[in-house]
């Protein structure tokens, strides 16, 4: 079995037209698995720098590193009712970077003539405003990072129209790359940076909001020496997803970005639209507004995988008919168009091949949550001024989850789940949930939004709680 890096693989120089935040799976198997088809079919010609987006050395961007940024991705499914599987070494990824510890590095990319592109998946937790130091070396936040790579670069060019950057955010919030334009023009003005520079962000940059969508349960560990010997390389950052695959690019520049960024030419389901709302409603409730849903219930009763929730036909049950009877009448559309769209999605679920583990999914469920869930609470009441049983169950699963006593150590903010914590009472639900819900955990006022929204999931939150999540749920049923 072979070592995988430079001295195994011969490969293509690219220019670094592309600057990546993040080197988690789904970015590897999703966007960087285009580019490299792309330029495999000559309509790109582009190499890929990434970086870890807190700037900190990882795990994970070690592993890279010593590949030289390459690994495998393989991917499995059903296509015309047989089954499928497809491996591919991916080689676009030139360099990979700490800013921490490589800041001279850092600065020659992000003023680099050949850099064009910023492609970002900081989770929902990511694009978020907070008050940031944007003109020094590190900044906190994502938005600050950007904030300053973009004013260094004004500086280097003094202002160039000709060197703006296009963005494309992969992160599941609505407006993703306009709210990240948002944060970075309130970072500039706090930071009393010129008018100037603003305008040139605002005029010289694109900002192309977006929609991702495949399946990625990332790292094969539960198989992988069957894998390497497949694959016939030590390959410590292989990647397995589904085969379906669909990216929506949408925005005023949509026309201008598909000439520079022209991925459908390549055969690949990327579609560039003027908006993208309606796709995004369509993907985001249902598709990943289920499995956010789904987890803190299907941990709760045991289960490891998606596999293992769908197969439990209480929790198969449940998903169905939140989504039939909650979540489709919300969104605008054809009945019958949205009712196949979703029974598409929801097979998906259903695909033997890939293993995609409910804990890996739970990663920053809060305001994953918010994101994805919400909304349908949101738009439920205010068209029948009644709550939707089904997704408010999920919001307790969710608190039930992070409680204390759950036997799950959830992966998100620890400021988020030690305020969980503190407030946690056993002998008063409602009190629990109140306080919860006003520890700046969460955007939104919900209860403004959905009056009885705290005493409905207090109630759900007891039962789930004194009699365990299966009695809990067929009660529910």
Not at 173 to 183: A, G, K, P, Q, V
Not at 343 to 353: Q, S
């Amino acid at each position: 079995m072979k070592v995988l890096n430079d001295t195994t693989v011969e490969r293509a120089s690219r220019p670094v037209r592309i600057l990546q935040f993040g080197e988690g799976n789904f970015l590897r198997a999703f966007v960087d698995w285009m580019v490299d088809i792309a330029n495999e079919c000559g309509v790109m010609n582009t190499s890929v720098a990434v970086v870890p987006p807190r700037f900190r050395e990882n795990a994970s961007i070690g592993r890279l590193r010593a590949q030289g940024g390459l690994y495998h991705v393989v991917l499995e499914g059903i296509r015309n009712g047989r089954p499928e599987r497809a491996s591919r070494l991916i080689e676009c990824i030139s360099e990979v970077m700490v800013p921490e510890t490589q800041p001279e590095r850092y600065e020659a990319i992000i003023t680099s003539p050949d850099l064009r592109f910023i492609i970002s998946n900081t989770t929902e937790a990511g694009i978020r405003y907070e008050n940031d130091d944007v003109l020094s070396e590190i900044p906190a936040t994502f938005p600050g990072k950007i904030t300053g790579l973009l004013w260094r670069r004004w500086k280097h060019y003094n202002g160039d129209p000709e060197k703006g950057l296009v963005f494309l955010c992969c992160e599941l919030i609505e407006d993703n790359s306009t709210t990240l334009r948002e944060f970075i023009n309130r970072h500039a003005v706090v930071a009393g940076l010129p008018q100037e520079f603003i305008d040139w962000v605002n005029g010289s940059c694109m900002f192309a909001d977006t929609l991702v969508d495949r399946i990625v349960p990332g790292f094969p560990a539960d198989n992988i020496d069957e894998v390497k010997a497949e694959l016939q390389f030590d390959d410590n950052c292989v990647v397995k997803g589904e085969l379906y695959h669909l990216w929506a690019i949408g925005g005023a520049q949509w026309e201008r970005i598909r000439e520079e960024f022209p991925l459908d030419k390549a055969g690949l389901n990327v579609l560039f639209m003027p908006e993208i709302k309606t796709f995004r409603d369509k993907k985001v409730r249902i598709l990943n507004g289920s499995h956010t849903g789904m987890v803190p219930v299907a941990l709760q009763m045991g289960c490891q995988s998606v596999g293992d929730a769908v197969g439990n036909e209480a929790i198969s049950r449940f998903l169905h008919d939140m989504v039939a009877q909650e979540v489709l009448p919300m969104i605008a559309g054809d009945r019958e168009e949205l009712s196949a769209f979703a029974a598409g999605i929801l097979e998906r679920f259903y695909n033997p091949y890939i293993k995609h583990y409910l804990k890996s999914i739970a990663l920053n469920s809060l305001s994953k949550w918010e994101t994805r869930n919400w909304p349908t609470v949101r738009d439920y009441f205010a068209c029948r001024k009644a709550l939707p049983e089904r997704e408010v169950f999920t919001f307790a699963a969710l608190l039930s989850l992070y409680g204390p006593g759950s036997g799950f150590e959830p992966e998100d903010n620890p400021e988020y789940i030690a305020a969980i914590r503190k407030v946690w009472r056993e002998d008063d639900y409602e009190i629990t949930v109140c306080e919860i819900l006003a520890a700046g955990i969460f955007n939104e006022d919900f209860e403004a939004s959905a009056p009885g929204f705290a005493a409905k999931v207090a109630a759900r939150l007891r039962d789930i709680r004194e009699d365990g999540m299966e009695k809990a749920l067929q009660k529910l049923l």
